[in-house]
């Protein structure tokens, strides 16, 4: 079951992304997000914005949501999208589903574009962003550091409108 979230989900969301700030050069966070803390993003993010989580028989397993791509008044149509899965529940197309609900809410708010900005390598992240029509627009070489190594950053676009790039 796909569903908004609240922050009432904070601890399932933080169970699911901190591994991923632990371990993974996925996300450039250094540092465990606190319940506390991703509560209070539910609450800043949704205020505005989608955010969706995946559920089975009442455990989240997965999130995606979207936050301001800049923050000047010429950038309010363009998002930036994010979508993080449980490590334990890898590959079951529920990525896919969540992107897909949120693009969906996205284009009934009246959004224009979805950006996705992927660390480089992720294979996985890449083919996601690809099947749900995101194309690449942008590389910026070594533009973040993590675990002692300097990390590329690729950027994916999806004009929501349906219109190619």
Do not use: C
């Amino acid at each position: 079951m796909i569903r908004s979230a609240t922050p009432a989900d904070a601890a399932a969301l933080t169970a699911i992304y901190n591994p991923y700030i632990a371990a993974t050069t996925i996300s450039f966070e250094e540092t465990a997000v606190s319940v506390e803390e991703m509560a209070h993003r539910i609450e800043t993010i949704t205020a505005k914005l989608p955010w969706y989580v995946y559920e089975i028989d009442g455990q989240v397993i997965g999130y995606a949501y979207a936050t301001s791509w800049r923050a000047r008044p010429a950038y309010q149509r363009s998002v930036e999208t994010s979508v993080y899965v449980s490590q334990q529940h890898p590959r079951k197309g529920i990525g896919k589903q969540l992107y897909r609900a949120l693009l969906e809410d996205l284009r009934g708010r009246n959004f224009h574009v979805a950006i996705g900005g992927i660390a480089m390598p992720n294979a996985a992240s890449i083919a996601l962003h690809e099947s749900l029509g995101y194309r690449k627009v942008a590389h910026f070489p070594q533009v973040g550091r993590k675990f002692d190594q300097w990390l590329d950053v690729g950027y994916w676009q999806l004009l929501l409108n349906g219109q190619d790039i």
